[in-house]
Each structure stands twice: as structure tokens, then as C-alpha cells.
Nanobody, 115 residues
Framework: QVQLVESGGGLVQPGGSLRLSCAASGSIFSINAMGWYRQAPGKQRELVALITFGINTWYADSVKGRFAISRDGAETTVYLQMSSLKPEDTAVYYC?????????WGQGTQVTVSS
């Protein structure tokens, strides 16, 4: 089992920045990728950014150039640096960890972009 705890959400004005953190614990040795998803009201959950433990990254077109995913050297914490935030970035953001035959989710953290 893998436990994921997110932090860093909140209310920010358009154009502002936030950094989300996701701390993994438990059976982390076989995690091969971690990512951030988001779900806005009435919409499906979508993948925003992904980092593999070979250091490859992927971003949704809607956030390219504005968001950056990274992880610490111990591979236990993944970050999502969000800049130039827009109202359409408002959503609950979920951390995800992937193993070869399982995936795990955090509890979600609310990000609201509003003036």
C-alpha cells in the first residue's frame, strides 16, 4: 500500500502562483511514476502532469509553460509548481502514484483561482 498526502492548495488571484506537494509513504519502492490530476465541478478528472522515475515529464497542453512537476532526490515527495494561474485552473487536484499493477490516490486539495 502507498499513502499519499497532498498539501499546498488554496485561493489565489489570476496570474498568481501556488505549489502543491504530495508526500508518499508505505510501499514506495515499486512506484514508477507520479502525477497530478484535477477535477473541476461537472467535468471528468484529467491528467495535468506526470513524472516518471526516469525523470521524464509530460504536461497537458492547457498547462504547458505554466506548470512544472518535480520530485525530491529521495523520490518520496512530488511537487507541482503552478504559475500564471487562470480561473479555469480551479479544481480539486489529486496526486497519483503508479506501480506496475496498482495505482493510488491522495485525498485531493482544492485550488481556487479567483479575484
Amino acid at each position: 500500500q502507498v499513502q499519499l498526502v497532498e498539501s499546498g492548495g488554496g485561493l489565489v488571484q489570476p496570474g498568481g502562483s501556488l505549489r502543491l506537494s504530495c508526500a508518499a509513504s508505505g510501499s514506495i519502492f515499486s512506484i514508477n511514476a507520479m502525477g497530478w490530476y484535477r477535477q473541476a465541478p461537472g467535468k471528468q478528472r484529467e491528467l495535468v502532469a506526470l513524472i516518471t522515475f526516469g525523470i521524464n515529464t509530460w504536461y497537458a497542453d492547457s498547462v504547458k509553460g505554466r506548470f512544472a512537476i518535480s520530485r525530491d532526490g529521495a523520490e518520496t515527495t512530488v511537487y507541482l509548481q503552478m504559475s500564471s494561474l487562470k480561473p479555469e485552473d480551479t479544481a480539486v487536484y489529486y496526486c497519483n502514484a503508479r506501480q506496475p499493477y496498482n495505482q493510488y490516490w491522495g485525498q485531493g486539495t482544492q485550488v481556487t483561482v479567483s479575484s
